[in-house]
């Protein structure tokens, strides 16, 4: 007569390979699935960055490149020195703003993008840390 403790232990290697490959088979798609939905959301948001970033950049040269040249020929016109001094003047100060710019982007701008993943891959890690009951 056969108790339930053997009839789980008689089941055999390969009816357990096939199960072990299966489960792998189910996580892998699911995680290709919630992957592929991060890469989509991932994607979007670049997209739209990346467009209002160059219009921001086509419209914030032009009209910096004209308010420079404004101010270049006033200033040269009231204090009498070359345009051409004060335009690398100004040059050499917008070079330090751009750098100041960059380094308080870099700084305060990381935001993660895929914060469903990490959440999800950190639950997985966590259950296989668990100690399963038999």
Do not use: N
Not at 63 to 71: D, E, K
């Amino acid at each position: 007569m056969e108790t339930k403790a053997t009839l789980g232990a008689s089941r055999g290697l390969m009816v357990e390979l096939l199960s072990l490959v299966g489960s792998l088979g189910r996580y892998a798609q699911a995680m290709g699935a919630l992957a592929g939905e991060e890469s989509r959301e991932a994607a979007a948001l670049g997209v739209r960055l990346l467009v209002m970033l160059l219009a921001a950049l086509f419209f914030a040269a032009f009209g910096y490149i004209l308010l420079i040249f404004a101010l270049a020929f006033f200033a040269a016109f009231v204090l009498g020195i070359s345009w051409l001094w004060i335009l690398g003047g100004f040059t050499s100060l917008h070079a330090l703003l751009a750098y100041i710019c960059a380094r308080h982007v870099k700084i305060h701008c990381r935001t993660p993008i895929f914060e469903e993943t990490r959440r999800e891959v950190s639950r997985d890690l966590e259950s296989l840390r668990k100690p399963s009951a038999p």
